[in-house]
T-cell receptor
């Protein structure tokens, strides 16, 4: 069936390095994509989003890239900090009419080494 | 401003008991979503409200699950005759629905069924 998934379950990076988290999606009808960060015991926290009519969007220390040709989404975090350690989820939002539920991937754990 | 709040944060129930989980969305948000998150997994959609109307309940796992939002603000997710497989974190999210598509999540309620 259709799904949103992540390539790797864990990612370990050195503090100060850049992090890249990848995500594949399979529904070509998806037109809105979101990255969430979830710390232990907390709800998902919005990081950045992108619509299907864009290829790239930048935020504060984060960049999201969308490649619709290969249905690939990535999150880049610049100068990774210990506070970035968390589980990261990509999610897609299909918008046929009023149904706008999010479909999440399984999540990837980012661990930042001091 | 205040974010999405949920109560209780933790709930322990004996198998067969009924539970009620509350969600207070961000003031003025039209859309409200419930998700279920199993340990180590991404959130999975349960149901969606636009104002007081429940527009999608396709994710509710059984007829033991019931959600309501009678006045278009606060929502309650009720689980009757709880089973051990209902143990999970129940997340609520709200969305403006007019200006942005971003869903903002609450901290969740961790339900443990013994």
């Amino acid at each position: 069936g259709e799904s949103v998934g992540l390539h790797l379950p864990t990612l370990s990076v050195q503090e100060g390095d850049n992090s890249i988290i990848n995500c594949a999606y399979s529904n070509s009808a998806s037109d809105y994509f979101i990255w969430y960060k979830q710390e232990s015991g907390k709800g998902p926290q919005f990081i950045i989003d992108i619509r299907s009519n864009m290829d790239k969007r930048q935020g504060q220390r984060v960049t999201v890239l969308l490649n619709k040709t290969v249905k690939h989404l990535s999150l880049q975090i610049a100068a990774t900090q210990p506070g970035d350690s968390a589980v990261y989820f990509c999610a897609e939002n299909r918008r046929p009419g009023a149904n706008s539920k999010l479909t999440f991937g399984k999540g990837i754990t980012l661990s930042v080494r001091p | 401003g205040a974010g999405v709040s949920q109560s209780p944060r933790y709930k322990v129930a004996k198998r067969g008991q009924d539970v009620a989980l509350r969600c207070d969305p961000i003031s003025g948000h039209v859309s409200l979503f419930w998700y279920q998150q199993a340990l180590g997994q991404g959130p999975e959609f349960l149901t969606y409200f636009q104002n007081e109307a429940q527009l999608d309940k396709s994710g509710l796992p059984s007829d033991r699950f019931f959600a309501e939002r009678p006045e278009g603000s606060v929502s309650t997710l009720k689980i009757q005759r709880t089973q051990q497989e209902d143990s999970a974190v129940y997340l609520c999210a709200s969305r403006d629905g007019r200006i942005t598509d971003t869903q903002y999540f609450g901290p969740g309620t961790r339900l443990t069924v013994l």
